[in-house]
Each structure stands twice: as C-alpha cells, then as structure tokens.
C-alpha cells in the first residue's frame, strides 16, 4: 500500500454566497464542501469529476490551501496543514503547484516566456543558473529554448499551456493540481497535452489532482477518480473497477450522457424527462 | 423538384489583407436535415453560419460564391429585401444563452420581439405562440418564466427558452452555433434530446455548428469536416464514422475521447497529416489568387 500524500479527513468549506448579499451587511455562507473525506496516493494521478457547481474547483484550491477550510483536517506528506500560518505554508508551497485552465489569463502578458518559468524558482531563492534551468524546463515540455524570448500572445494555444505545465513543474514539486487544463484546448491539442501530463507525471513521480468534467479524460489519464456532487464525494476508487462498475447512479447517469463520436440511434431516444422547472 | 433548404456554392470569403477565410465552401442542406458541420477552433464552422445569417463580421467580405435559401440568392437581394427574408425564413440557436439575453429585460418580450417586429404579428397572438413553445419545450409554469429576468434562468432553462424563440416563427432553417458547449453533459444529454424532438416535429433543417464529434454522431444527418476554411470530407453522419475517408477526419475521429475504449482514443494528430493539408491549401490559395488576377 503506497503512502498517500494528502489524507483529508471532514472537510468542509464555506463562501460567501455574494449573490445574496444585502445592499448594506454581509453576504451569508454557504457550504461549498459538505464534510470530504478522501486520500490521493503519493506519485499517482487522480482524477476528481463533476458537473459544474459540484465542488470540484473547490476542493483543488482547499488542497494547496488557496482557499481555509471552515471544518475539517489536511494532512500533506505526513503533516498537518489545514491550520499553518502563511509564514510555515511558505516552504511548503514549492511543493505545491498549480496549472490552470485558462493558459492565456494565467500567463502574464508583459513578461517574456523565460521570466514566468523563471518566477517561482526566483520566489523560493534559486538564483543561480537561471537561464540554464528555465531551458530545461522548456525542454522537458516539447518547446525549443528560443521560446523564452517571446511573449504569450506569439504562442498557440497548446504552446501556452505547455508553458503552464514548465512553470508549475519548475521547482520538481510534489504536487501538482491541474484544473481543467485542457478543456479550453481543441481535440487534437488535448491529446498532446495529456499525453505530456501523463510521461512528465511518470517520469518526475508527480502526484497529481487532474480535476476535469470530461469522464473520457479521466478514464484515460487517471489511476484512481473521484465522483464529486453538490460538495459530496458521490464515488470513488481505481478507475478500472468505477468504469466497470460504476456502483452510484449518478456516476451511470454521467457516463451515459457522454456523446460518443460512435453511431447510436438510440441514444437520443428513451425516455422523455420530466418538464424542468425555473 | 423543389429546391434545397440551404445551397452554398463555392463561397470564399477573405479578410482586408486578402487572406481567405474560408475556402471555396460546397453544401448542401435538405429540408427538414441536420447538417453538422465540425472542426476545430479557427476551421471556419461558425463563419460559414454568420455567412448565411448574413452577420459576418465588418473585417470579413464574401469574394465570391452564392448562398441559396430555398432557391433564391442572398447575395443578389439589396440587403433590406435580403435581412428580410433571412429573419422570416432562419433563425439562431447560439452557443451562449446568457449573453444572446439581454440582461435587463424580461424574458417574455424578448421571445415575442421577432414575431412583432419581423413577421408583423400583434402581440396577443406572439405571446399566445411563444406561450405554447414555451410548453413544448417542457419549461413549467410558462407564465413565471416569461415574466423571469435571464439570470433567474439555470444554463439549461435559458437554452430551451432560446430553442423556443427560435422555433417560434417556424424558420425553414435553423442554425445552431455550438448550442451546448456551455452545459454540462447532463444536460447537453437534454438539450440535444430536445433539439432533435423539435426539429422532427417542425421539420427544421439545421446547421449545427459544433466542435465535437460525438455530439455530431448523435445529431447530424449529414456532416462537413471543416480544416482552415476549406470542407475537407462531406459525408452522410452514419458513413463517416464507418469509413472517413479523408487523414484529417481520421486523425480527428481518433483524437476524440472515449471512455469505453481509452487506449485507441485521444491520439495526438500525426503532425504529417496536418502538414500535407496546409500545403494543400497553400497550393489552393495561389491557383485561387491567380485566377481572380
């Protein structure tokens, strides 16, 4: 049995829920995460799937302690983290990286490509052999070195999120969260990244937390999932046995409704739903 | 012989600096067909449905080639004439239903707006009509909604009251520009369930605008396969995934996830492939530019 790297025990989060807020007041919470409990295996990937507004995001950013916890325990590496202040997180954090969904809001337009992947390596105090390092990591993505001269807007989008995947993996981290990274990608583009994902995962031993909305996706790049739904894990276990036997209904009503590119006259058929409601 | 819903023959359009756009575009839409047409971002597949809408944006201009609505040529009409029959005869389902509502106006009048001011009915009888719509694409309680804001409306609820606005005037001719890439697949499953229900019943032709292949197993009678402004392989839905004929349909079909068969789907496109096309369609370019001198 592999050590898991996180153990999360009775997690809950709460936000504001801004669209209730009053003129003058405070907005009132409302719980986003009802109570988690899960582990994510140490050098594995695993795959978190929900509709929108399931908790999916949430739970990614509650992990690399983006967002405090209202109830409940983290445990990374061994240690608990649900409480440490900024200043004891602050080590932690070159362990823990993000790539986000969205590679053009995410790469800062004024700064050339070599200076973004430079960022967190200068943040956690490696100044030396800068230049030889950010080639490294460009290499380690599929992009030549002379891309650390252009700016984002030069660069395709399967090339931007490359970029991510180079400055999240800059400090050889731990833990990576990859949220939603490829569904602003075409299909032909999506492949490549996840093929990259998956060597690079292998390779440096990542662990990742690959949160998607995209079943299909999951299946092919993930060892274990987890089913998330308005804030609860609805099922969760390896990948095989869920597609397999998925054993919630929701988990059959999500694999049903995905749209294969295969011919099936009676997909659109069955039954009719009930009238939907405002 | 009537003619067909949609006719486009040979259309090329192009940007300021003279680069096309898209690329001598064929097809053919029967009455009463889906037509998906499909391709990844930049391909051309919602400028091929502007085009006919006739609201391509300023920086693009038609070059060349004819756009036939049940016979006659839109790029023959003076453009009064021409945005009338368009909004008589089609109608838009688009992709996002939150901007396509205007946000400060209630949902009721924004449905009846069409029917009044383009096709000249009074307002008892639109909203009569988009009152039975509304019914027949299965939203409850019709009275609250029309008096419903856009954003009291979930995503799916938006797009069935879109689905209804369009269907409203009976439009020989739907065009339905990614209509549920924003849902989830939950409801995607509805929507496209709906869309296909309706179209049966009024026997609407639609061009449905996607970028994904199995929404086009699913929908579609016929399919174009777009690359770079130019139909690459135009086939009946059934024999494309059958047998595609052409690399890049291939490689798309193979680049498509799949869950029940994880190894052989998600394939990166052989780069060959891609590069053997764009070549094509340099070559293409030269003949087209020399032959307008």
């Known amino acids: 049995m592999v050590e898991p790297l996180f153990k999360v025990r009775g997690l809950k989060v709460a936000l504001l829920d801004m669209t209730k807020k009053p003129l003058l007041g405070r907005a009132p919470k409302v719980e986003i995460l009802k109570g988690l409990d899960f582990e994510l295996p140490a050098r594995s990937v695993t795959g978190i799937v929900g509709e929108s507004g399931s908790g999916k995001s949430t739970l990614g ?5 983006l967002l405090e916890p209202s109830a409940g325990t983290i445990w990374f590496d061994g240690d608990d983290i649900t409480n440490l202040p900024e200043a004891e997180l602050k080590p932690l954090r070159r362990n823990l990286q993000m790539i986000f969904q969205d590679p053009m809001s995410s790469l800062n337009p004024r700064r050339t490509i070599a200076s973004i992947i430079a960022a967190p390596l200068k943040q956690n105090g490696i100044t030396d052999s800068l230049k030889e390092r950010v080639a490294e990591a460009l290499k380690r993505v599929g992009l030549p070195e002379s891309f650390g001269g252009r700016y984002r807007h030069e660069l395709s989008g399967g090339q931007r999120q490359r970029v991510g995947i180079a400055r999240a993996l800059a400090l050889s981290p731990k833990f990576v969260l990859a949220d939603e990274i490829v569904s602003g990608l075409d299909v032909s583009t999506q492949a490549q990244i996840l093929a990259l994902l998956e060597r690079l995962a292998d390779e440096m031993g ?11 996706v999951i299946r092919r790049l993930c060892k274990q999932v987890i089913v998330m739904r308005s804030g609860q894990i609805v099922e969760s276990g390896r990948t095989d046995n869920l597609f397999a036997r998925p054993n919630h209904d929701y988990t059959r009503e999500l694999l049903a409704a995905i749209p294969l590119p295969e011919i099936d006259p009676g997909w659109l058929g069955g039954r009719t739903e009930t009238k939907a409601s405002a | 012989m009537t003619a067909p819903c949609l006719e486009i023959t040979n259309l090329s359009a192009t940007l300021a600096n003279r680069m096309r756009v898209l690329r001598s575009v064929s097809l053919t839409v029967e009455p009463g067909e889906v037509h998906a047409l499909v391709g990844e971002s930049g391909a051309g ?14 920086s693009v201009r038609v070059a060349e080639g004819s756009i036939r609505l049940e016979g ?25 239903p939150l901007t396509a509502l205007n946000p400060s106006r209630r949902i009721g009048p924004q449905m009846t707006d069409r029917l009044i001011k383009i096709l000249g009915w009074d307002g008892k009888r639109a909203a009569a009509r988009i ?35 369009a269907f409203a005037a009976e439009p020989r001719l739907i065009v339905a520009d990614e209509p549920t890439t924003a849902l989830d697949v939950t409801v995607q ?27 086009v197993a699913k929908i579609s009678q016929k399919v174009s396969v777009l690359y770079a402004g130019k139909i690459v392989e135009e086939a009946d839905t059934p024999a494309l995934f059958a047998a595609p004929q052409h690399p890049y349909t291939r490689a798309l079909i193979a680049a498509t996830p799949r869950y029940t068969d994880p190894l052989a789907s998600l394939k990166p496109v052989n780069e060959a492939v891609l590069a053997e096309l764009a070549a094509e369609i340099a070559a293409a370019d030269l003949d087209w530019r020399a032959s307008r001198g």
């Open chain 1, 61 to 65: 950013r509650s992990l690399v302690r």
């Open chain 1, 206 to 216: 990542l662990t990742v937390a690959f949160i998607s909305h995209d079943l299909s």
């Open chain 2, 45 to 58: 597949k919602s400028m091929i449905g502007k085009a006919v809408l006739g609201v391509l944006p300023l």
């Open chain 2, 72 to 96: 006659t040529d839109l790029r023959r009409l003076w453009s009064r004439k021409r945005r009338k029959l368009i909004g008589a005869r089609t109608a838009l389902i688009p992709q996002d």
């Open chain 2, 131 to 165: 009152r039975q719509l509304l019914d027949e694409v299965r939203i409850r309680e019709p009275e609250r909604v029309v008096r419903c804001y856009p954003h009291e409306l979930s995503g799916g609820m938006r797009q069935r009251v879109l689905i209804a606005a």
């Open chain 2, 189 to 215: 499953k509805q929507i496209l369930r709906l869309i296909a229900e309706m179209q049966r019943e009024h026997g609407t032709a639609i061009l449905f605008v996607t970028h994904d292949l199995g929404v």
